[in-house]
């Protein structure tokens, strides 16, 4: 059973938010962030979006303002982001 769609982001774990954000077309650019800072990259019209999240361990929470953050960035619905 598919799990309701959230009325406001969450707390999720890095490894979560990879995935959840690898699962809508944006990328992490593996070597590409300076020191904990990680590079996610999404093409859109032909234009690179790029932002970074901080990760010091991959089992390590990510607030809900940084998911709502990278989510809004990258345009991608809560329908889509929480499928």
Do not use: W
Not at 1 to 21: A, F, I, N, T
Not at 28 to 54: C, I, N, Q
Not at 72 to 83: A, N, R
């Amino acid at each position: 059973m598919p799990q309701p769609v959230p009325d406001r982001d969450r707390v999720l774990k890095y490894r979560e938010l990879r995935s959840r954000l690898a699962r809508n077309g944006v990328m992490e650019m593996a070597h590409r962030g300076k020191g904990s800072h990680r590079m996610f990259l999404k093409v859109m019209d032909g234009r690179p979006l790029v932002d970074f999240v901080t990760c010091h361990n991959e089992g390590d929470d990510v607030s809900r303002k940084v998911v709502q953050h990278v989510r809004e960035k990258f345009q991608i619905s809560m329908e889509d982001f929480y499928k």
